[in-house]
């Protein structure tokens, strides 16, 4: 690729923030308003024009686990979204605490809320470009874009919720992506259909990819659907005759290539197309007059990279429940790897999706510690959601919704503490406090009896 070198260099500048959270979905709006309620002047910058990504702007019908099966162990600032966004249901299972569904447009005017009343700033249709170091490892500022078109911002400590990692790797952040060879997760393009007979769907056959007598599995074999590959389906009724489906996979995605997530978004629209057609077809009676209204605006990234921090979470950490002393939340949702490309044609034959999961025994969680969230060698910058610092398989727990809340909680909360000092520096946060605080807003953070003591790498 060529260069091409600016003509004119100076940017206008906005330099009034303790904090700037990069990208507003679940982890973002948390980090925002922990931050903001601990009295840091917070700006929230979001690349679209709604706050809450996946399940909002994403179309994800469903939250993953709230509970570890017996109780709701994401608190605080995640059980407020959870039951403010319960109030608004269709038909809701009460005290259901997993896999409870989402009402979008409720759920957006509910971030909206929650953000601008604890004091935070939001900016939509704003992109982070670039960043800029004043050290290395020390942020200065962020570049952005808009509609008054290129300018700088600038804060104290910098919290990256971008869920791909952008601020922290941009500024140096060493990080891992996908598996050995580079492969990530495929992505899938939610969608949302209208007109659906509600007796009829109540009496069809369970969708979902476990049910080895779904239609899924015969639409993927259809010759007449030839982008409907695999039998990946969630289905979820969220208003009166208004089903919203977690469906079907797209592989060799790259939302770190704006080129490759372009042809999903073309390719994720194609398919939704396609699979109303095939329902149309496998379940008349329940889909025959329905109508496909509307597919996210963002495509359902699953992963990409994984920012190195202080510690990384691993999959034994996890199996053996482990517990840490700057532990900011729990994680209870099962390992969640969804299957490549070469593993369909077999999962296909046997109609059942080798989607690689490890369930943890009811009642049991384990600890996401302080460290995650702290880049390695970056002073003044933290992650949240997705990007958190774990490996391949913990990523498969961690990346989903209600954890993303909760780790975005603490981070905003150690980016308001950080900023109220004069380093600035994310790594020298007392961590005994911040669990403090945490604790003081409602976060689960019992006293475990298997903490183990901190070995040589720990961080």
């Given at each position: 690729m060529t260069t091409y070198r600016l003509k004119h260099t100076e940017l206008p500048l906005d330099n009034a923030w303790d904090v700037i959270v990069a990208g507003g979905g679940p982890a973002g709006c948390a980090a925002a308003i922990a931050a903001a309620r601990e009295g840091a002047r917070t700006l929230l910058v979001e690349a679209t024009g709604t706050l809450g990504g996946m399940g909002t702007s994403g179309l994800i019908p469903a939250w993953a686990r709230f509970s570890d099966r017996e109780k709701i162990i994401h608190r605080g600032i995640a059980e407020q979204v959870f039951n403010a966004s319960n109030a608004t249901l269709y038909k809701?299972?009460?005290?259901?605490?997993?896999?409870?569904?989402?009402?979008?447009?409720?759920?957006?005017?509910?971030?909206?809320?929650?953000?601008?009343?604890?004091?935070?700033?939001?900016?939509?249709?704003?992109?982070?470009?670039?960043?800029?170091?004043?050290?290395?490892?020390?942020?200065?500022?962020?570049?952005?874009?808009?509609?008054?078109?290129?300018?700088?911002?600038?804060?104290?400590?910098?919290?990256?919720?971008?869920?791909?990692?952008?601020?922290?790797?941009?500024?140096?952040?060493?990080?891992?992506?996908?598996?050995?060879?580079?492969?990530?997760?495929?992505?899938?393009?939610?969608?949302?259909?209208?007109?659906?007979?509600?007796?009829?769907?109540?009496?069809?056959?369970?969708?979902?990819?476990?049910?080895?007598?779904?239609?899924?599995?015969?639409?993927?074999?259809?010759?007449?659907?030839?982008?409907?590959?695999?039998?990946?389906?969630?289905?979820?009724?969220?208003?009166?005759?208004?089903?919203?489906?977690?469906?079907?996979?797209?592989?060799?995605?790259?939302?770190?290539?704006?080129?490759?997530?372009?042809?999903?978004?073309?390719?994720?629209?194609?398919?939704?197309?396609?699979?109303?057609?095939?329902?149309?077809?496998?379940l008349p009676d329940a889909f025959g007059e329905s109508h496909l209204v509307a597919t996210g605006a963002l495509l359902g990234i699953r992963e990409t990279r994984r920012i190195i921090g202080d510690y990384m979470l691993n999959c034994d950490d996890y199996k053996s429940c482990r517990s840490f002393d700057d532990e900011i939340t729990r994680t209870a949702n099962h390992i969640d790897i969804h299957p490549s490309a070469d593993e369909m044609p077999e999962a296909i034959r046997n109609r059942r999706e080798p989607t690689d999961r490890f369930d943890l025994e009811k009642g049991m969680s384990c600890g996401v510690p302080y460290r995650c969230l702290t880049?390695?060698?970056?002073?003044?910058?933290?992650?949240?959601?997705?990007?958190?610092?774990?490996?391949?398989?913990?990523?498969?727990?961690?990346?989903?919704m209600p954890p993303c809340l909760s780790t975005g909680e603490a981070a905003g909360l150690?980016?308001?503490?950080?900023?109220?000092?004069?380093?600035?520096?994310?790594?020298?946060?007392?961590?005994?406090?911040l669990r403090r605080r945490l604790k003081d807003h409602g976060a689960y953070l019992p006293d475990m009896n298997n903490t183990q003591p901190r070995a040589e790498g720990d961080g």
């Open positions: 809701p299972n009460p005290g259901q605490l997993d896999w409870v569904k989402i009402n979008v447009e409720a759920l957006k005017r509910i971030y909206d809320e929650m953000v601008t009343e604890a004091g935070a700033t939001v900016l939509f249709h704003t992109t982070v470009t670039a960043v800029e170091l004043s050290d290395p490892g020390c942020v200065d500022a962020l570049l952005i874009a808009n509609k008054a078109g290129l300018s700088a911002i600038k804060a104290k400590v910098y919290v990256d919720c971008t869920g791909d990692g952008d601020v922290a790797a941009w500024a140096g952040a060493a990080f891992e992506k996908g598996d050995k060879d580079g492969d990530m997760q495929p992505v899938t393009l939610c969608s949302l259909f209208s007109n659906v007979n509600e007796e009829a769907l109540a009496k069809a056959p369970n969708l979902h990819h476990a049910n080895p007598k779904s239609p899924g599995w015969d639409m993927a074999t259809d010759d007449e659907f030839p982008l409907v590959k695999d039998c990946g389906i969630c289905t979820h009724l969220v208003g009166a005759g208004t089903v919203q489906f977690n469906a079907l996979h797209q592989w060799g995605i790259d939302n770190t290539d704006p080129y490759s997530t372009t042809q999903g978004l073309i390719t994720g629209r194609k398919i939704a197309y396609q699979y109303s057609q095939a329902l149309r077809k496998y880049p390695k060698g970056i002073e003044n910058v933290l992650v949240a959601g997705r990007c958190i610092s774990t490996d391949r398989t913990v990523h498969g727990s961690t990346r989903v150690a980016a308001a503490t950080a900023a109220n000092t004069t380093a600035a520096d994310v790594h020298a946060v007392d961590t005994d406090a």
